[in-house]
């Protein structure tokens, strides 16, 4: 079964069992409460009378939303203000409509387990031996000094970053 209440100027799609966060109601949590605006109600395609139908809700927990920020400004009037905002919502567990109960949720049915077969233990290491080392490749041979620097005289040269020297312009002469 299903209902439409109306609370706080918003409206909820409701059936027993589900959690919904409306505006801040009066209560602490565990607390047991009655929404009487109910809009609409019905099983499947089938609608039912509302008159004088409540839905009846715990309270599960008073909660703030988001920070929300409000920032006010007009141009070139010097004019700013800000402020910030959190809602404060109350979370509901939706109990009863009517007289139709929540029904507990049924547990998803637990597959069979195959049995583990039990692993054989392991055999302990004898002495373990030392992993053969692998030989180190051949290293190039050093060019000698003079190959080097004939290498360094080939590269090209970069210039330092020169910059360049901010010349005055002479002041205008206002007098004139």
Do not use: C, W
Request: charged share 35%.
């Amino acid at each position: 079964m299903f209902a439409v209440v109306r609370t706080g100027g918003k409206q909820y799609r409701v059936a027993p069992g589900d959690k919904i966060a409306v505006e801040k109601l009066a209560g602490e949590a565990g607390d047991t409460i009655s929404l009487g605006d109910v809009l609409l109600a019905g099983e499947g395609s089938d609608l039912k009378s509302t008159d004088g139908l409540t839905v009846s809700a715990e309270i599960v927990a008073q909660a703030k939303g988001e920070k929300v920020i409000v920032f006010k400004k007009r141009r070139r009037h010097n004019y700013r203000r800000k402020a910030g905002h959190r809602q404060q919502y109350t979370i509901l567990k939706i109990t009863a409509i009517g007289d139709k109960k929540a029904e507990p949720k049924k547990a998803a049915p637990k597959k069979e387990e195959a049995p583990k077969a039990e692993a054989a233990p392991k055999p302990e290491k004898a002495e373990a031996a030392p992993a053969p080392k692998k030989e180190a490749a051949p290293k190039a041979a050093a060019k000698p000094k003079a190959e080097k620097a004939e290498a360094k005289a080939e590269e090209p040269v970069k210039k330092a970053a020169t910059k360049k020297a901010a010349t005055k312009k002479p002041a205008s002469d206002k007098n004139a």
